[in-house]
């Protein structure tokens, strides 16, 4: 399959520097010269509309002569990971998984001596929640939001504001946080907002397509349905819409996968140290002592064909999780080596027991399928006296 590097030049990142620059903050990353172009014009309402999992290749497939499509000016770099984790919070900072920390849906915390997914906040090997206590990873992970720097800037002259789904708790600093039910009162609770009086920045992050895309597979009818849903909304939504510019992208891509498990490679997990991390596309190992010899054959014999090994060394140096001052948890994070899917591989621990969850479609790897993203501009303009 063909795979690609995160760009970082290029890619959902410097869409967050146009943002941020526009409103007088300028951030170390580049910006992307299509959203400058846009904002110069000043529109009172900006929103910038997350489409979880939905991939550049995915778009084509699902809806390719759909509004989304029609409106898409050109296609952007994921971040490393190609992973909600990674690439919300490089959004919602303004800066590179490096520098944020957040690098992945498993995260190894030495403070607990525990693996922790840490958007639900719950143990990565028993997937019982963790009381969040007085001082919890999200704590420790805890960064500058766009939000606080657009208000630094502006004075909190600026509507603030960021709509997720009511079965998400997410509270970022600020703006305004909005729950919302479904895609149409998501849609509905923008065309509101759009409508006050001041200039405004409306960030809405919809879970599907990758909610359903896990369950059911990347091209599964009820993922199509997804996206039919959205698109009518959408349409609805900028009927109404005047002096507004509408932005949308996804954070990754999606492909059906087939699983390889750790515990049925013979003498793999004799090798590890402790539990692996981060994704199952994009593994992280800490291995044993003199065991080092023994995991590149076993890497050799089993996962040369479908996953890249690359080194803590070689992650850093070619600048992977992007640019920017290191994230003081990162060394905790990364360990010897990462497996980063270069294939439809995805990685488990152990073997799935009946009744469990099977993902059919991930993301977090190389492939283009999963690092490009669609970037797409609709511009509704002031209606003229």
């Known amino acids: 399959m063909r795979t690609k590097r995160p760009n970082w030049d290029n890619s959902i990142l410097n869409v967050t520097a146009s943002i941020l620059h526009n409103f007088g903050y300028d951030s170390s990353s580049k910006t992307n010269p299509l959203v400058d172009e846009v904002l110069q014009k000043n529109y009172k309402n900006i929103i910038l509309l997350l489409l979880d999992g939905l991939g550049n290749e995915n778009l084509q497939e699902l809806s390719p002569k759909g509004i989304l499509s029609q409106h898409k000016k050109a296609v952007i770099s994921s971040t490393f990971p190609s992973t909600t984790v990674a690439a919300i919070s490089s959004l919602e900072s303004g800066t590179a998984p490096i520098a944020h920390g957040w690098l992945g849906w498993s995260l190894y915390f030495k403070e607990f001596a525990r693996s922790i997914d840490i958007f639900p906040y719950r143990d990565s090997i028993t997937k019982e929640a963790i009381p969040l206590g007085e ?73 599907n397509p990758d909610y359903d895309m896990h369950e059911f597979g990347s091209k599964a009818p009820e993922v199509k349905q997804d996206i039919v849903d959205i698109e009518v909304e959408l349409g609805k939504l900028l009927e109404n819409l005047t002096d507004t510019v509408v932005i949308v992208m996804a954070d990754h891509g999606h492909i059906d996968v087939e699983w390889i498990y750790l515990n049925e490679i013979p003498g793999m997990l004799d090798c590890l140290k402790k539990f692996p991390t981060i994704e199952s596309r994009a593994k992280n190992i800490a291995l044993k002592e003199g065991k080092e010899k023994d995991f590149l054959q076993l890497y050799a014999q089993y996962l040369v064909n479908d996953f890249l090994l690359l080194s803590k060394e070689e992650l850093l140096d070619q600048h992977y999780f992007g640019y920017g001052s290191k994230h003081y948890k990162f060394d905790d994070f990364i360990d010897d080596y990462m497996l980063v899917a270069t294939s439809n591989k995805a990685l488990g621990y152990e073997t799935l027991k009946e009744g469990e969850f099977l993902m059919k479609s991930a993301h977090a790897g190389l492939t283009v399928r999963e690092m490009t993203v669609p970037l797409i501009i609709i511009e509704k303009q002031r209606r003229r006296k």
Do not use: W
């Not at 606080?148 to 305004?176: F, M, R, S, W």
């Open 135 to 207: 001082r919890s990873g999200k704590d420790i992970l805890q960064y500058k939001t766009m939000y606080e720097k657009i208000n630094q800037v502006t004075n909190n002259q600026v509507g603030l504001y960021a709509l997720h789904p009511d079965t998400i708790v997410h509270v970022a600093a600020g703006c305004n946080n909005l729950a919302y039910r479904d895609i149409k009162d998501m849609f509905g609770q923008i065309n509101d907002l759009c409508q006050l009086e001041g200039q405004k920045y409306i960030y809405a992050y919809s879970a």
